[in-house]
């Protein structure tokens, strides 16, 4: 099998998102920037709060833009990043552990480290910056406190940390040394190899880029190049946005385009592209919400004639996907265990289950810290009645999509391999074939009959496809 692609010829080393000194000079009245990153990251931590959906919101509410709002998301999600290391060098620096210090102040800190050792923003600014955020805070007693404890930081910068912090054992090394916990490194490794596992913990901690998606019948991909957006690599529907906020384009406000991840737009894609015997007229999202695969679903099958039933067991979430699809769909708020339609309806059917979102911890980094090995054990048992109910619900001859955004093995092709083990009326698909044909360059997607796409090798979320028939 050919090498598979990598960003860089080099061993990965911990990404480095190094700012532009002088934008350390735009402080806006009362340092609103370091405010904002700082009450996403408290709600993170005391909300179980979603960066990537609250820090837009209070960048508008609080009129940040330009470059205040770009280091703003810089400090947010690089601090949410690399927590693991920064708390390990915040252990040495302080005279208390890390889990001792109040979270609020353990927060200032971690925003604190971040820029000390991942900015260009000078050391004094840094120090002095956070110190006085600390002091409106907590007080100036904290504010001593968090003063002597950055200033220690300042002694070395990170490579020279990592050289202190990191553990001599391999796990506990890229543990530290790439800011995930050690569960974690162990899952991915065992999913991607040990010879491929420093590459995707750095594509991990690199800032994703703006992806959108021209959905077929509303929109020409043509019209995103237009609006600045470029060409995708795969998805002959995704265009990259290279700067800017997505939400003030006209296109994605009235639903024409969306921003979605080009992977979650190849699997949707591989489903409608898989081959079936009889009728292609009734398709079925069985998890739609929050509606990103559905509405590319409905543009599709629009086209064809087909019509969509799109579920979610949550209102809101049935409600978001309402707002994105055509009509050709009718949204229902239903539980996917418990079906309200009748066996072997559909002709294609999407179970995009619930899962512990290991594949998008570039664009959700706080899920690395707030998932749990429990919480994998615990989803297992859903993920398979989920894929069990989408066999039901096709026909003989009809397609399964089953799809998480994770590559663990637990999620994968576990789930898939124990639901089939029980039935003799499914066939599996090739999953790489049919991704192929969708995209020919795409490559490196696993031996098959799974397909896994893989940040460091395509770029993408970390999605996973098998591709089901019922006989």
């Known amino acids: 099998m050919p090498e598979p692609r990598r960003r860089s010829a080099h061993r990965a080393r911990p990404h480095d998102t190094r700012r532009p000194a002088r934008q350390a000079k735009r402080r806006t009245p009362g340092d609103a920037v370091r405010r904002a990153a700082y009450d996403v990251l408290r709600a993170v931590d005391t909300r179980d709060a979603y960066a990537n959906l609250l820090l837009p919101r209070i960048l508008r509410e609080r009129e940040l833009s330009g470059r205040d709002a770009a280091l703003a998301t810089e400090l947010t999600y690089g601090t949410l990043r690399g927590r693991g290391t920064y708390d390990a060098i915040l252990d040495l620096c302080s005279d208390r552990p890390v889990a001792k210090i109040d979270p609020p102040l353990r927060d200032l800190l971690r925003l604190g480290v971040h820029q000390l050792l991942r900015t260009r923003i000078p050391a004094h600014a840094a120090v002095s910056t956070t110190v006085d955020l600390v002091r409106s805070v907590a007080g100036p007693g904290q504010a001593k406190f968090a003063n002597a404890v950055l200033r220690r930081v300042t002694s070395r910068d990170l490579p020279g940390w990592l050289v202190v912090i990191a553990p001599e054992d391999e796990l506990g090394r890229l543990s530290v040394t790439y800011s995930h916990p050690k569960w974690v490194v162990s899952a991915l490794r065992d999913a991607v190899g040990p010879a491929e596992i420093e590459d995707l913990l750095a594509a991990d901690n690199e800032r994703p880029g703006v992806t959108l998606v021209a959905r077929p019948g509303r929109i020409a991909v043509e019209e995103l190049y237009d ?229 460091h090798r395509h770029g993408t979320d970390a999605m996973f496809l098998a591709l089901l028939t019922k006989l």
């Not at 265009?239 to 939400?247: H, N, V």
């Not at 992977?263 to 894609?269: E, I, W, Y």
């Not at 707002?323 to 050709?328: A, E, K, L, P, S």
């Not at 048992?381 to 590559?407: E, F, H, N």
Request: with cysteine; net charge negative.
């Open 227 to 455: 609006l600045g957006a470029g060409p995708a690599a795969y998805s002959p529907y995704a265009a990259y946005l290279p700067e800017g906020d997505p939400g003030e384009l006209a296109a994605v406000r009235e639903g024409r385009a969306g921003v979605q991840d080009e992977g979650s737009q190849l699997v949707a894609l591989a489903l409608a592209a898989a081959p079936l015997d009889g009728p292609d007229a009734a398709w079925l999202d069985v998890c739609a919400g929050p509606g990103g695969k559905a509405a590319l679903l409905s543009a599709l099958g629009a086209q064809r004639g087909a019509k969509l039933l799109a579920c979610d067991v949550q209102p809101h979430r049935a409600e978001l996907i309402t707002r994105v699809v055509g009509d050709n769909t009718t949204v229902l708020v239903a539980d996917g265990t418990a079906p309200a339609w009748e066996p072997a309806s559909f002709d294609r059917v999407l179970v995009d289950v619930p899962c512990s979102g290991l594949g998008a911890l570039r664009r959700r980094p706080e899920a690395r810290w707030r998932r749990t090995p429990q919480d994998v054990g615990e989803l297992g048992p859903l993920q398979r009645r989920l894929l069990t109910t989408a066999l039901d619900s096709v026909r003989p001859g009809g397609v399964v999509a089953y799809v998480t955004c994770s590559p663990h093995l637990a999620e994968t092709r576990v789930v898939v391999d124990d639901v089939l083990r029980a039935r003799s009326d499914i066939k599996r698909l090739d999953a790489v074939d049919v991704l192929t044909s969708v995209a020919p360059g795409l490559s490196h997607l696993g031996a098959g009959p799974y397909a896994q796409l893989w940040p």
